[in-house]
T-cell receptor, first 111, second 117 residues
C-alpha cells in the first residue's frame, strides 16, 4: 500500500475557481512534506516544503496546509488559471531519508 | 543552462537492446537522484548518489539497471537487455546537499521518455 495517498485522482474546474487537493500519508517518522507541480512532458517543480512545525505555507496563489497529528496535507489553489493545469504531486520524507511520492492529482482548468 | 539537463528527451529501442540515459545536474549540487515514472503515476525512486558515491540503489528493479556518476557530476543510467515494462519516463533530480542531507529542495530535469518496442 502506498504510504502517500492523494485525492482526487483527477479534477476539472473552471478558470477563476478555487480548488483543494488532498494528501494523506503514513510515512513515519515524519520529516517534511512537499508539493510539486508537474506540467505534461516536464519534470516536477517544487511549490512548497513544510516541516513538522509548519502548518501552512503559501507560494503565490498556492497555499499548502499540514496537520501532522492527522497526517494530512492539502494544497489550495486560488483563482485558478489555465496554466494551473498540471499534475500535483505530494512527497513525504522520513527522517531516514526515505521519500515517498503520491500518484498525483491531475488538475484541468477549463476556460 | 542553470537547470538539470537530461538527454535524450526521447528514446525508442527494441526489446533486448541496451540504452544509456544521461543526466547533467545543476553545477555544485552534491546529491543526484534517478526516478522512474510510469504514465499517470508519481515518480518511483531508483537510486541516489552523493558526489560519486552511490549510497542507495534499493529502488533499481533488477540487475539490468545500472547507474554511475564517476566524477561526481554527470550521471548515466544504463538499462541492459531492455524489456517492454521498462517503458517509462526516467527523471533525474539534483539537490545541494546541505546539513539537512537528502531533505533539500530537489530540482528535476524534464526526463527521458523511453519506449521499448
Amino acid at each position: 500500500k502506498n504510504q502517500v495517498e492523494q485525492s482526487p485522482q483527477s479534477l476539472i474546474i473552471l478558470e477563476g475557481k478555487n480548488c483543494t487537493l488532498q494528501c494523506n500519508y503514513t510515512v513515519s517518522p515524519f520529516s517534511n512534506l512537499r508539493w510539486y507541480k508537474q506540467d505534461t512532458g516536464r519534470g516536477p517543480v517544487s511549490l512548497t516544503i513544510m516541516t513538522f512545525s509548519e502548518n501552512t505555507k503559501s507560494n503565490g496563489r498556492y497555499t499548502a496546509t499540514l496537520d501532522a497529528d492527522t497526517k494530512q496535507s492539502s494544497l489550495h489553489i486560488t483563482a485558478s488559471q489555465l496554466s494551473d493545469s498540471a499534475s500535483y504531486i505530494c512527497v513525504v520524507s522520513a527522517y531516514n531519508n526515505d521519500m515517498r511520492f503520491g500518484a498525483g492529482t491531475r488538475l484541468t482548468v477549463k476556460p | 543552462g542553470a537547470g538539470v539537463s537530461q538527454s535524450p528527451r526521447y528514446k525508442v529501442a527494441k526489446r533486448g537492446q541496451d540504452v544509456a540515459l544521461r543526466c547533467d545536474p545543476i553545477s555544485g549540487h552534491v546529491s543526484l537522484f534517478w526516478y522512474q515514472q510510469a504514465l499517470g503515476q508519481g515518480p518511483e525512486f531508483l537510486t541516489y548518489f552523493q558526489n560519486e558515491a552511490q549510497l542507495d540503489k534499493s529502488g533499481l528493479p533488477s540487475d539490468r539497471f545500472f547507474a554511475e556518476r564517476p566524477e561526481g557530476s554527470v550521471s548515466t543510467l544504463k538499462i541492459q537487455r531492455t524489456q517492454q515494462e521498462d517503458s517509462a519516463v526516467y527523471l533525474c533530480a539534483s539537490s545541494f546537499n546541505g546539513r539537512g542531507g537528502r531533505n533539500q529542495p530537489q530540482h528535476f530535469g524534464d526526463g527521458t521518455r523511453l519506449s521499448i518496442l
